[in-house]
T-cell receptor, first 111, second 115 residues
């Protein structure tokens, strides 16, 4: 059974700080890694995806992937109250395979 | 507007009464999928489809059926719903890729209650 683990939180950070969200996965064959944001009662929306080891930056968001350690993280710089949501990590072994999501980490950015 | 639509958005039903939740996408995506979301358990994949007439089980397929007769539609069928299928359901679609899985686009969700 493929597993994806995340700290459930809540993770509380003050406005303007860096929020660090972590995710570990069990399947070494995983190739695609996604971070989604989900507001309460809404559908998930993609923040970033990463395929290669290292960092990938997009605006205030940076995804970091370490396949050897089976670890992927998301950094949110200059956190805003509007970033308060649940962040879902998802992993996939390749097109045609199933997606496995973690339970999500709830982030609260305090004004 | 590119989107994934689901109907109904809310449904209350009784044990054993067959129901279908429809899902449709207008982005010409090959890959479609159904998830359920329960508190503390995150999103769990029920079934997915890589193309018309091609479906595969996800992690929690028991009690569900799907069909993919047209590229745009991927209905979820509960032949005999039970209370443990009370959940929030999401349909998603994704374009075809050569090898790596790409972003999924999610529908608005269907909140199902089985009494």
């Amino acid at each position: 059974q493929k597993e994806v683990e995340q700290n459930s939180g809540p993770l509380s950070v003050p406005e303007g700080a860096i929020a660090s969200l972590n995710c570990t996965y069990s399947d070494r064959g995983s190739q695609s890694f996604f971070w989604y944001r989900q507001y309460s009662g809404k559908s998930p929306e993609l923040i970033m995806f990463i395929y290669s080891n290292g960092d990938k930056e997009d605006g205030r968001f940076t995804a970091q992937l370490n396949k050897a350690s089976q670890y992927v993280s998301l950094l949110i710089r200059d956190s805003q109250p509007s970033d308060s949501a649940t962040y879902l990590c998802a992993v996939n072994g390749g097109y045609g395979q199933n997606f496995v999501f973690g339970p999500g980490t709830r982030l609260s950015v305090l004004p | 507007e590119a989107q994934v639509t689901q109907n109904p958005r809310y449904l209350i039903t009784v044990t054993g009464k067959k129901l279908t939740v429809t899902c449709s996408q207008n982005m010409n995506h090959e890959y479609m999928s159904w998830y359920r979301q329960d508190p503390g358990l995150g999103l769990r994949q029920i079934y997915y489809s890589m193309n018309v007439e091609v479906t595969d089980k996800g992690d929690v397929p028991e009690g569900y059926k799907v069909s993919r007769k047209e590229k745009r539609n991927f209905p979820l069928i509960l032949e005999s719903p039970s209370p443990n299928q009370t959940s929030l359901y999401f349909c998603a679609s994704s374009p075809r890729s050569g090898g790596l899985a790409l972003e999924q686009f999610f529908g608005p969700g269907t909140r199902l209650t089985v009494l």
